[in-house]
Structure formats: structure tokens, C-alpha cells
């Protein structure tokens, strides 16, 4: 048996401000063999009417995932390592609790094989030392698989947040979003 070698000192960095829209990410992901040739990133438009903006979505591989908790089959589990998985086919049901209860959106029932998907990382790659199809391929650097230290220093004006407040509910997520250097601190008038 094969011993996994998974990176704890890595992390999954998302730079809204850097994507340029090219949809690299979701050729490349939708290469990935484990996905069955469906993307598990995508990219969407801001305000297309007004803007050329785009922004990235991706699974953000929750501390305590929502979309486990209320799988009524235990279909989604999350690893030692952080990463939320799929749903298991031979246990999920499609019921699309998880769909709902995301509050980034994140998985998709795919109606033709009656199953949740969603980015698992590249969990294939990543236990293996790799990096993620999607990262590999980023022209702009707006996804970046690497140590803390390394974003850092790739941005320095920026600063990586991992805490979201939904309501009264605050998600601590695997996945970082690059925001501008002070932009998260609260300003008291």
C-alpha cells in the first residue's frame, strides 16, 4: 500500500482582483479525470452589462462543512487533511441539501448521474505532492497552491481571509481570499 504524503504547510489562495476571465482553470479542472470532464471551478461575471470583471468559484473546503452536516446519507465527508469530498456515489441520494445549504454555492447536482460533484482539491494530485490542475494553469496568478510564506511575498499589499460571517454564523474555510491590506479591518467613527 501506497502511503499518502499530504502538505499541511500548503494552502488554496483565491485573488478575486487578479482573474482575468481567461477560463483556464475550468478546462483544466475539467481534464482532471476524476471529474468526469465537468468543471468543478467557475468563473462568473461581476456585472457583464458594465463590467468585464470576473470573479472565481470554487469550493472553500469548510472547517465545519454545511454540506456534510446535512447530507442525510453521510455522502460528503471531510478528510484529516481539510479537504471535503464529493459525494460518495454509492451513498448519495440526490437529494440536494448540500446544493442549498452551501453558502457559497459551491456544489452542483449533476441531474444525469443523480449526484452532488464539487471540487475536492485534486486530492489525486495534492496527496501526491501536486499542485491543482486549476493553479497550474492560472496565467494571472489568481489561484496560487502554495505555503503562506510564498503568497505573502508574491503579495504584499494583500492579506489572506479565511473567516466569512453569514448572519450570526461565522465559517472558517481551508481555501484563502486575497483581500487589500487593511480592507478587512473594522473602522470605528
Partial sequence: ?????????????????????????????????TNGQDSMINIH?????????????????????VCANVCPADA???????????????????????????????????????????????????SAGLKPMCATVCPSGALFYGTLEEIEAKRPNSTPVNKFIFGKQEVVTKVNIMMPKGSTELKVH
Fill in 76 to 126: 460528503i465527508t471531510k478528510d484529516s487533511f481539510g479537504v471535503v469530498h464529493s459525494a460518495n456515489t454509492s451513498r448519495c441520494i440526490g437529494c440536494s441539501n448540500c446544493v442549498m445549504a452551501c453558502p457559497f454555492g459551491v456544489p452542483k447536482k449533476m441531474e444525469d448521474a443523480e449526484l452532488m460533484m464539487k471540487c475536492n482539491m485534486c486530492y489525486d494530485r495534492t
Fill in 1 to 33: 500500500m501506497v502511503s499518502i504524503e499530504y502538505n499541511k504547510n500548503v494552502g488554496f489562495f483565491v485573488d478575486m482582483q487578479r482573474c482575468i476571465g481567461c477560463h483556464a482553470c475550468e478546462m483544466a479542472c475539467a481534464e482532471c479525470e
Fill in 45 to 65: 461575471y461581476v456585472d457583464r452589462k458594465h463590467t468585464v470583471q470576473t470573479t472565481v468559484q470554487v469550493c472553500m473546503h469548510c472547517d465545519d462543512p
